[in-house]
Nanobody, 127 residues
């Protein structure tokens, strides 16, 4: 069982930055690939980015590529989402998710591949 707790959301002006964190419980964090998703009001939850359990490989949705960066610290059981040059359309609840991964370099893009989810943190970008 893995419990995930996101933090770091808030209200920011367009062009600003936020660093989201996701702290995981348990001693097996390094065996999980991690992902970030977001859900805007009235929309389906959407993939933002993912990172392999080793941290070597990452993948991003086109909408955030070049602006967002995922990283992880396995010693601290934490994954991060650095969001830069934020736009009003980035406004959403951001969720982190964990997917057990037997391969160190693998990450998952599909919501249904994830086993555990956090409760979400709200990011609001004003214009």
């Amino acid at each position: 069982q893995v419990q995930l707790v996101e933090s770091g959301g808030g209200l920011v002006q367009a062009g600003g930055s936020l660093r989201l964190s996701c702290a995981a419980s348990g001693r097996t964090f390094s065996t999980y690939a991690m992902g970030w998703f977001r859900q805007a009001p009235g929309k389906e939850r959407a993939f933002v980015g993912a990172i392999s359990r080793s941290g070597r490989n990452t993948y991003y949705a086109d909408s955030v590529k070049g602006r967002f960066t995922i990283s992880r610290d396995n010693a601290k059981n934490t994954v991060y989402l650095q969001t830069n040059r934020l736009k009003p359309e980035d406004t959403a609840v951001y969720y982190c998710a964990a997917s057990y991964s037997p391969a160190s370099g693998r990450y998952n893009l599909v919501e249904s591949d994830y086993d555990y989810w956090g409760q979400g943190t709200q990011v609001t970008v004003s214009s």
